[in-house]
DNA sequence: AGTTCCATGTCGCGG
DNA sequence: CCGCGACGTGGAACT
């Protein structure tokens, strides 16, 4: 990601037209290309934008967005106060709705619901690529980790997949086995999992509320 | 403004819950006190944000946003990778030409494309009740009220229909004929228009925009 | 303040 | 790729 402070006066030609006088503001040029004008008020919305796909031309004071649809923004760079680039990498994305993050919270709670003797050893264990939901040790020691999703399609599959790649490179790690949780799991999901000696699991939400009320109940 | 990069993670608790796995992200303060939390691609739209008015309280390690209707985002500073402050001042704000108003401006300057002959005898012609948008004379010299909508909803040609009552008390026009034109046109609206002897008529925005551009390129 | 409608809406899902 | 609906829609205009 690019950030800049600077003096710009910016022009708009697609959808609509509009011009933004001379004034101090923050442009934002995220990895996918897209950029956005902010000024230092008025809720999240930029004063003017361009969405990915697009290509961005830098002539001396001038940065020119294009995008296929033939919308164009130019950004007249009247004084530059500060430039900075950052490394993200990629974001591991917003849990909508509560439900995924409740049912992660929920099951790190009582994993042993999972199977047998399973005890947590971390939320959100991170690694290189991103953090795994939930890292676990089974009941003969050996480390389990655990993607939780509301649907399970393959692309959680494939995420678990490239999690246990990166937790079986670990040496602390005797052994890793995986498990695919979710509230529905789709054939496809299912049988890709275990081609790849992923364990499955469907589980119910409303039954798990339940076992935590129980609990808190009994203690 | 202020622009932290940092690796934190996010819990919003408000009109839903959600949550933000551990990651490397853009933070934004504003000087009005609104919040974005923006990930290195996806549009302009942040991925978790509060606007203002709320209240920012800091602890070590910790953001706490609350603001008077009981939401409340809580960002969890992991490790801050920087942090600066800068003075954007007041932005003079966007000139915008809108949708409507353009769609309006270009049917001004086509009136003909709507019906071959026709000819604008005056944008925003003026009536008791408010302004016809387009008010034309047709080949056979008589009066067309032309009702310009986005959207075409019952509500437009109800519209229509008061102007139209009081233009034809109007003693300087022979006949007023109605025409309602919009981008789309619900089957309710045209039903009723058609009830009325209202003509109806659906325009193409793009296409009106190219014949725009055709003709300015003709002179 | 409540309501309705527009938006360079954005975004995600299904066909 | 496109249509359709939901959105923490946001925002403005109007009652």
């Known amino acids: ?69 033939g ?25 909508k709705d509560g439900v995924e993050a409740q049912l992660q919270k929920l099951l790190a709670e009582r994993v042993d619901v999972l199977e047998e003797g399973l005890t947590l050893v971390r939320r959100e264990y991170p ?34 997949t490239r999690y246990l790649d990166f937790l079986r490179r670990d040496t602390r790690f005797e052994s890793v086995r995986g498990m695919f949780v979710a509230l529905d799991i789709t054939p496809q999901a299912r049988a890709l999992a275990s081609d790849r000696d992923i364990e499955w699991q469907e589980v119910d939400y409303d039954e798990l509320r339940g076992i935590e009320s129980d609990h808190l109940k009994l203690f």
Chains 1, 2 share one sequence.
């Open 71 to 95: 919308e164009q923004l130019t950004i007249t760079l009247h004084e530059v106060h500060s430039e900075t680039r950052h490394e993200l990498g990629q974001d591991p994305g917003l849990e």
């Open 127 to 160: 690694t290189t690529i991103g953090p795994v939901d939930l890292l676990c040790r089974s009941s003969d020691g050996g480390a389990v980790a655990v993607e939780i999703k509301r649907k399970g399609g393959i692309d959680g599959v494939e995420q678990l």
């Open 1 to 69: 990601m690019r950030i800049l402070i600077a003096d710009c006066s910016v022009d708009y030609e697609g959808r609509l037209s509009a011009h933004l006088p001379e004034a101090t503001r923050l442009i934002m040029v995220k990895a996918d290309g897209c950029v956005a004008i902010h000024a230092d008020g008025g809720a999240y919305k930029p004063l003017n934008w361009m969405n990915a796909p697009n290509t961005l031309i830098e002539e001396e004071g001038r940065w020119i967005v294009t995008n296929p649809k």
